[in-house]
T-cell receptor, first 109, second 113 residues
Framework: KNEVEQSPQNLTAQEGEFITINCSYSVGISALHWLQQHPGGGIVSLFMLSSGKKKHGRLIATINIQEKHSSLHITASHPRDSAVYICAVRSGANSKLTFGKGITLSVRP | DAGVIQSPRHEVTEMGQEVTLRCKPISGHNSLFWYRQTMMRGLELLIYFNNNVPIDDSGMPEDRFSAKMPNASFSTLKIQPSEPRDSAVYFC???????????FGQGTRLTVV
């Protein structure tokens, strides 16, 4: 079993829809990251959180430490949100990052 | 700041050749990371440096891979000899501290034929 599991694997949505992407992990962590990778390949850090909730524009990230689960929500989705969304957890003495496989989101106009 | 700069953006080389990937981190960042991304395995940490010192190289696949950080503004990842299974996108990232958010370079797409 991978330490970081993301679901669903692929997701297609219609423009304007509310989207939720999930991430579950099996180890104790000090922080969780959400990353976005566009078709061109560049990776951008969206959020880093260790508790509660963070909001940036139309994006909201939540984490439940007890349940070892995080969600990334996109409100009023837009085709430009189409990308791969990767969850990563930081754990261990060396604060090593372990990545999920990523979820491919496609938002249709 | 121009962000993390990687070179080259693309590299095609023949099996057995030496390959050197380069990275310039964001000025003032103390941590630098090398990652590899493949379709099969996703993103994997290869090695990271803190204050130019290698802290964790457990992700380096084998002795053919080596990484150096001679100063705070430059790092290299070398593969010698290269093999087709090394084909991947290699990302360099830096962060102010090793617990901070990381800023990624655009990556180097390596193809070994």
């Amino acid at each position: 079993k991978n330490e970081v599991e993301q679901s669903p694997q692929n997701l297609t949505a219609q423009e304007g829809e509310f989207i939720t992407i999930n991430c579950s992990y099996s180890v104790g962590i000090s922080a969780l990251h959400w990353l976005q990778q566009h078709p061109g390949g560049g990776i951008v850090s969206l959020f880093m959180l260790s508790s509660g909730k963070k909001k940036h524009g139309r994006l909201i990230a939540t984490i439940n430490i007890q349940e070892k689960h995080s969600s990334l929500h996109i409100t009023a989705s837009h085709p430009r949100d189409s990308a791969v969304y990767i969850c990563a957890v930081r754990s261990g003495a060396n604060s090593k990052l372990t990545f999920g496989k990523g979820i491919t989101l496609s938002v249709r106009p | 700041d121009a962000g993390v700069i990687q070179s080259p953006r693309h590299e095609v080389t023949e099996m057995g050749q030496e390959v050197t990937l380069r990275c310039k981190p964001i000025s003032g960042h103390n941590s630098l990371f090398w990652y590899r991304q493949t379709m099969m395995r996703g993103l994997e940490l290869l090695i990271y440096f803190n204050n130019n010192v290698p802290i964790d190289d457990s992700g380096m696949p084998e002795d053919r891979f080596s990484a150096k950080m001679p100063n705070a503004s430059f790092s290299t990842l070398k593969i010698q000899p290269s093999e087709p299974r090394d084909s991947a996108v290699y990302f360099c990232a830096s962060s102010p501290t090793r617990e901070s958010e990381a800023f990624f370079g655009q990556g180097t797409r390596l193809t070994v034929v």
